[in-house]
């Protein structure tokens, strides 16, 4: 019987406050690693967070790296997340480990032409936690190109056939046009949502939403909030929370 994987996108809303940069990263870290009960198949890819955004947008580092020395510190901040994730992880029993999506993934013009699994897959069988996020790997177009941890996280769903992928954001699900939170989404449905503005350069809640309507057939995905203790959970273990989209 095939063993049940999950992936789960910590997303950058999640992780730190849209307008003011607000830090809930040692928090959302808490969260997920006392949600997770011990030999759970999961990936975890997260965000950049407010920092990361501002700092491209401010660059215009959106496709060429220009300059070296501002990638190099942008991704060093980022692994800061990764670091403070893992402890957070290790503390409650779980194999976390940090896999670099630069020696994996290959791009180009900005999207996965290549993707070596096989560390993925390793580290998941002999029980660990991978951990990933969104980065830069070589473009061949570009020389360097941001990929988003939606990305990352749909690709990795529809290869390993993963039961769900989880995104993880700031607020209960999505949110229909009058703020109520949907319980449930048809994927064909997902494109006539209102959407809001996150100030996200990867593409915010609407680019999630696209990235959902290209799941395979038997994965479900859900919404939920990540700042709260027991949403992770139970969707995990059956109970269900947030917006489910299936």
């Avoid at 096989?118 to 830069?136: C, E």
């Avoid at 941001?146 to 699900?173: E, Q, T, W």
Wanted: glycine share 12%; net charge positive; aromatic share 6%.
């Amino acid at each position: 019987m095939r063993k049940v994987t999950y992936v789960l996108k910590v997303g950058g809303a999640a992780l730190t406050d849209k307008k003011t940069g607000r830090s809930f990263v040692s928090k959302v870290s808490e969260c997920v690693a006392a949600d997770i009960r011990k030999g759970t198949r999961i990936i975890i890819v997260h965000g950049a967070g407010y920092g990361a955004h501002r700092f491209v947008r401010s660059k215009g580092m959106r496709g060429v790296a220009d300059n070296q020395a501002d990638w190099a510190r942008l991704r060093r901040n980022v692994s800061r997340i990764t670091a403070t994730l893992i402890d957070s992880l290790i503390d409650h029993g779980h194999a976390a480990i940090e896999l670099s999506v630069l020696s994996m993934v290959r791009t180009g013009a900005g999207r996965i032409t290549g993707f070596n699994l096989y560390p993925v897959k390793a580290y998941l069988d002999m029980g660990f936690v991978p951990i990933m996020h969104s980065d830069a790997p070589p473009d061949s177009k570009y020389g360097v190109s941001v990929l988003s941890g939606d990305d990352i996280a749909v690709y990795l769903a529809n290869r390993l056939r993963a039961k769900a992928l989880i995104f993880g954001i700031d607020i209960d699900g999505i949110r229909s046009a009058d703020g109520s939170i949907l319980k449930s989404v048809k994927k064909q449905n997902v494109g006539k949502l209102y959407t809001w503005d996150v100030n996200d350069v990867t593409g915010g809640m609407k680019k999630k939403l696209a990235e959902i309507g290209k799941l395979n057939p038997g994965t479900s995905a859900y919404i939920i909030s990540l700042r709260k203790r027991g949403s992770l959970s139970k969707v995990l273990y059956g109970r269900g929370a947030g917006t489910k989209v299936h």
